[in-house]
């Protein structure tokens, strides 16, 4: 497979999963005349959307700039981005869970939901240590070369 279909399949799940998380937005039920009270009252659905929208965003623009240093690909790789992608789409299920508990203001769900929420995070980190480490022991698969 070449980088170039690399990129654009994993790009393509970076864009379906900002999109899946827009979608927990919804017109709150609501008396004509009090539609921003009932919209305020959603403040923790776009707080954690906000929240995992910069993540998102911050982690596709490592993955795109990391992949900017690879020339070759191998099957190993492709499995391994196939994981950190994998890892990366379980966000959206603890961001609904932070503005669920947000919203219900009780301290015993935020804390899970918060911990949930850390615990992907970190498994998305862990996976991209694995990425980063199989191209260090694979420097054949990068750029690094080209230029000495």
Do not use: C
């Amino acid at each position: 497979m070449r980088i170039d279909r690399l990129e654009a399949f994993s790009d393509g799940v970076y864009a379906i999963l900002i999109t899946i998380l827009v979608l927990e937005f919804s017109v709150p039920e609501y008396q004509v005349g009090h539609l921003m009270e009932r919209v305020l009252t959603q403040w923790p659905i776009m707080f954690a959307y906000v929240i995992s929208f910069v993540y998102v965003g911050a982690i596709w623009l490592f993955h795109h700039d990391f992949f900017q240093t690879l020339k070759y690909t191998s099957m190993e790789l492709n499995v391994i981005n196939l994981v950190v992608l994998f890892s990366v789409t379980l966000i959206d299920y603890p961001t609904a869970l932070v503005a669920q508990a947000i919203m219900e203001r009780n301290v015993k769900d935020m804390r899970f939901s918060f911990i949930y929420y850390e615990l992907i995070a970190m498994f998305i980190s862990v996976t991209f240590a694995v990425l980063y480490s199989y191209v260090r022991k694979h420097p054949e698969l990068t750029h690094r070369n080209d230029h000495q």
